[in-house]
């Protein structure tokens, strides 16, 4: 019986797939991260003992009530006409400053439409008054 | 006249640098890309239209607030009381930090404003109210 030769094999690793691999594990990371980036409203809060007088010709009160109900200046105003209502305001007085004041039993999400109504209005000047 | 045969330069090119620049790439994509650290409550987030992206995740630090009124930082839970202490240390550990609130719809005002209070004593006036895009009507 004759024994074969063996071949002589090359101890090389092939190269020719290492891009594919490396390609492969890029897309797998590349799906896997979910990028969540945070979005929200932003709001710069007043130092700690720095309450200024203002003069209450230049405040506009909006409150918000336990139900959820919005009061601007004295009056209900329905939640979209809130943005429509605050620019109307800042046309007769540009120097006007809008205190929002949430009763504490009143939700979170009526708030950050009224936040959201007065970025519509662009309103800069958005004062926060503690809850009742 | 007669004209000179070009030489024969191979076309090709070298594709055995391939794995580096994919390795390279692999790399930058795992360094830059930041992971959750924090789990955070279950919180079904307000909705709103005028948002903002918060400017980097890495000077942004999140409290949770849970419609039951849990506060949690870093997945620790808080009284409204201890907010001060701990966002203070990361005020002054980070001057540029802005905190996220990821607070429930349905959370009560009076955690928001007590919340709003711990803030400006620690200092901590940059605020973000985490929402989801309402779509424009």
Same mark, same amino acid.
């Not at chain 1, 074969?4 to 290492?18: C, L, N, V, W």
């Not at chain 1, 943005?83 to 007085?93: D, I, T, W």
């Not at chain 2, 580096?20 to 692999?26: E, P």
């Not at chain 2, 830059?32 to 400017?55: D, F, M, N, Q």
């Given at each position: 019986?004759?024994?074969?030769? %063996?071949?002589? %094999?090359?101890?090389?690793?092939?190269?020719?797939?290492?891009?594919?691999?490396?390609?492969?594990?890029?897309?797998?990371?590349?799906?896997?991260?979910?990028?969540?980036?945070?979005?929200?409203?932003?709001?710069?809060?007043?130092? *700690?003992?720095?309450?200024?007088?203002?003069?209450?010709?230049?405040?506009?009160?909006?409150?918000?009530?336990?139900?959820?109900?919005?009061?601007?200046?004295?009056?209900?105003?329905?939640?979209? #006409?809130?943005?429509?209502?605050?620019? *109307?305001?800042?046309?007769?007085?540009?120097?006007?400053?809008?205190?929002?004041?949430?009763?504490?039993?009143?939700?979170?999400?009526?708030?950050?439409?009224?936040? #959201?109504?007065?970025?519509?209005?662009?309103?800069? %000047?958005?004062?926060?008054?503690?809850?009742? | 006249?007669?004209?000179?045969?070009?030489?024969? +330069?191979?076309?090709?090119?070298?594709?055995?640098?391939?794995?580096?620049?994919?390795?390279?790439?692999?790399?930058?994509?795992? +360094?830059?890309? $930041?992971?959750?650290?924090?789990?955070? =409550?279950? $919180?079904?987030?307000?909705?709103?239209?005028?948002?903002?992206? =918060?400017?980097?995740?890495?000077?942004?630090?999140?409290?949770?607030?849970?419609?039951?009124?849990?506060?949690?930082?870093?997945?620790? =839970?808080?009284?409204?009381?201890? $907010?001060?202490? $701990?966002?203070?240390?990361?005020?002054?550990?980070?001057?540029? =930090?802005?905190?996220?609130?990821?607070?429930?719809?349905?959370?009560?005002?009076?955690?928001?404003?007590?919340?709003?209070?711990?803030?400006?004593?620690?200092?901590?006036?940059?605020?973000?109210?985490?929402?989801? +895009?309402?779509?424009?009507?």
């Amino acid at each position: 019986m004759a024994i074969r030769e %063996r071949k002589a %094999r090359t101890g090389a690793i092939p190269e020719g797939g290492m891009a594919d691999i490396a390609f492969l594990l890029l897309v797998f990371f590349l799906v896997t991260t979910t990028i969540d980036m945070d979005k929200g409203l932003g709001i710069i809060l007043p130092a *700690e003992g720095q309450e200024l007088e203002i003069n209450k010709k230049n405040i506009l009160n909006c409150l918000i009530s336990s139900s959820g109900a919005v009061l601007l200046g004295g009056e209900p105003v329905e939640l979209k #006409d809130l943005s429509r209502r605050v620019q *109307e305001e800042l046309k007769e007085n540009d120097k006007l400053i809008v205190s929002v004041k949430a009763h504490e039993k009143a939700q979170y999400d009526v708030y950050i439409e009224v936040l #959201d109504q007065l970025k519509l209005a662009k309103a800069t %000047r958005i004062s926060i008054a503690e809850t009742e | 006249m007669k004209f000179k045969r070009k030489s024969g +330069v191979e076309s090709k090119i070298s594709t055995s640098s391939m794995p580096d620049i994919i390795f390279m790439l692999l790399i930058f994509f795992m +360094v830059t890309t $930041v992971l959750r650290e924090y789990s955070g =409550l279950p $919180v079904s987030l307000p909705k709103a239209e005028r948002i903002e992206k =918060l400017e980097s995740k890495r000077h942004t630090s999140d409290i949770w607030v849970s419609k039951d009124g849990l506060i949690s930082i870093e997945d620790k =839970l808080f009284n409204n009381d201890d $907010v001060r202490h $701990v966002m203070y240390e990361k005020r002054a550990s980070d001057p540029q =930090l802005t905190v996220s609130l990821k607070a429930d719809q349905a959370a009560r005002m009076e955690i928001i404003s007590g919340i709003h209070n711990e803030l400006r004593k620690a200092d901590a006036l940059k605020l973000n109210y985490s929402t989801k +895009v309402k779509a424009p009507n």
